[in-house]
């Protein structure tokens, strides 16, 4: 099994900055993509943004310019640098990742417990 560990999350106030990072941990072999996603209330899980083995990024229409995903391939960590926050980007924001075990022959996809994120004033 993966575990992704998410932290950085918290309460800002409309216009701040937060930095979210998720610690892939276990028996890994090797990690394509790795990405964010988000839940608001009452909505469905959305993607936000993911980062290819290579580096290649796609992002949210609504997060474009204003967050930044990047990774560590050594230490197996994602992050995303958030600016400009808003209240709209309220969620728990969850870590995802496909990851190949040693011993197995396929990537398989994983989640993290989520962290919260709150923008209020």
């Known amino acids: 099994q993966v575990q992704l560990v998410e932290s950085g999350g918290g309460l800002v106030q409309p216009g701040g900055s937060l930095r979210l990072s998720c610690a892939a941990s276990?028996?890994?072999?090797?990690?394509?993509?790795m990405g964010w996603y988000r839940q608001a209330p009452g909505k469905q899980r959305e993607l936000v943004a993911f980062?290819?083995?290579?580096?290649?990024?796609n992002y949210a229409d609504s997060v474009k310019g204003r967050f930044t995903i990047s990774r560590d391939n050594a230490k197996n960590m994602v992050y995303l640098q958030m600016n400009s926050l808003k209240p709209e980007d309220t969620a728990v924001y969850y870590c995802?990742?496909?990851?190949?075990?040693?011993?197995?022959?396929?990537?398989?996809?994983?989640w993290g417990q989520g962290t919260q994120v709150t923008v209020s004033s």
């Open positions: 276990g028996r890994i072999f090797s990690i394509n993509a």
């Open positions: 980062i290819t083995s290579g580096g290649s990024t």
């Open positions: 995802n990742t496909d990851a190949r075990l040693y011993g197995s022959s396929w990537h398989s996809n994983y």
